[in-house]
């Protein structure tokens, strides 16, 4: 599912011989390239994803699968699998991204049988579940967006933490805010 609201998108993954499913939240670029790949529009010159795929191929490596392996703080990790000279090797990668490179190699993308425990365990059925399971996510985001917003308004915080912790936080804060705010809009978007 593609919005055209706020920066971040909604894309679900669903087993391809089951009936597992789950959504997860990706940029606009990483969406419209996935939609362009899916709908076969090809581009006059090479996307990011696509010139990706050409310095791994003329590299002499293949991506060989790519695989949504962990689920950590409410944050998919995935990992792509180059084939090179023999050789595989392991690269970290978001999943929207990893899902854009594969969607343009026609990859096989797995995901680990963990984290589809871990995202399927109240699994929504219907449309109605899954916007509910996105007001969820975004009530219990606005709770730690406050809680971490009192902090860092905190002098006696900002008076004693390291400058390096006051800013992981602050990137931390600005990204539950990002989401919140995507989540926002893919629900407005959605009635």
Do not use: C, W
């Not at 002499?60 to 990790?77: M, N």
């Not at 970290?92 to 963990?114: F, Q």
């Amino acid at each position: 599912m593609i919005t055209e609201l706020g920066e971040q998108q909604v894309i679900f993954l669903k087993e391809r011989d089951g009936d597992r499913n789950f959504p997860i939240l990706i940029g606009i670029a990483e969406a419209m390239a996935i939609d362009r790949r899916l709908k076969g529009v090809a581009t006059p010159r090479p996307m990011t994803h696509e010139l990706l795929a050409n310095v791994i191929g003329a590299l002499g490596g293949e991506v060989e699968k790519i695989v949504v392996d962990d689920l950590r703080e409410h944050t998919f990790i995935a990992t792509l699998y180059i084939r090179r000279n023999g050789q595989l090797i392991e690269i970290d990668s978001r999943p929207s991204d990893a899902i854009a490179l594969g969607s343009a190699l026609d990859t096989p993308l797995y995901v680990a049988d963990h984290v589809f425990d871990a995202v399927t365990s109240q699994e929504p059925s219907t449309r109605e579940e899954r916007i509910q399971m996105l007001r969820d996510r975004r009530a219990m985001l606005a709770t730690e967006i406050e809680a971490l917003s009192e902090i860092l308004e905190d002098p006696e915080f900002l008076s004693d933490a390291p400058d390096g912790v006051i800013e992981e936080q602050r990137r931390r804060l600005e990204a539950m805010q990002n989401e919140h705010d995507s989540i926002d809009d893919v629900l407005r978007k959605l009635g």
